[in-house]
């Protein structure tokens, strides 16, 4: 049985600091109750075969208490250390090692996760912030007014500012005709 790993290091310390700041701030905490419910059955299910004096879960519980606590205008965005997940990941591989059964008991929780994570359904984790707009997948984009602008296949931050007038249009459309009227004529 494959499993990945490496997201059930992510899914977990993602829970975990959700988890202990929406107990004090009900903003963006998750509302998904099957989301919810399959993260908490991940955690169990991970604590309760790796145990609570497992180092890697230490350090992923103290990881989980410091990005809670960092000040929120620290500009860095919580992240788990690359030497707790590498820590997590080797002793999840072990207790699969050891224990078989282990592997489909973790892939079982992990599907259910992902099933119920919006983020996740988005092909290759398609992610976005600060109310942008997100999509993953098959995806057909227009632009067909004059003035519009269409963007796929990036893989970057995109910036969308209108064309500057007699220039070329953005996506190689048109250029504008500054003899017609529009709302960028002076």
Request: charged content about 15%; aromatic content about 2%; proline content about 6%.
């Amino acid at each position: 049985m494959n499993v990945e790993y490496g997201l059930v290091a992510g899914y977990l310390f993602a829970w975990g600091v959700n988890r202990a700041k929406s107990a004090s701030d009900a903003v963006g905490a998750i509302t998904d109750k099957t989301l919810q419910a399959a993260l908490t059955r991940l955690e169990t299910v991970v604590r309760n075969r790796l145990g609570t004096t497992n180092e890697a879960i230490e350090d992923l519980d103290e990881e989980t208490t410091a990005a809670v606590t960092a000040p929120a205008d620290s500009g860095d965005p919580a992240a788990l250390s690359k030497g707790t997940h590498d820590a997590l990941v080797r002793s999840l591989q072990r207790a699969v090692r050891k224990t078989p059964d282990f592997a489909t008991e973790l892939a079982d929780a992990l599907t259910a996760v992902q099933a119920a994570d919006p983020a996740a359904a988005a092909t290759g984790g398609v992610t976005s912030t600060g109310g942008g707009t997100t999509a993953g997948g098959s995806v057909t984009i227009n632009a067909s007014a004059t003035g519009s602008v269409a963007v796929g296949g990036n893989t970057g931050d995109i910036t969308l500012a209108p064309p500057t007038p007699g220039t070329s249009a953005p996506s190689g459309g048109t250029p504008e005709d500054p003899h017609t009227p529009g709302p960028r004529q002076s």
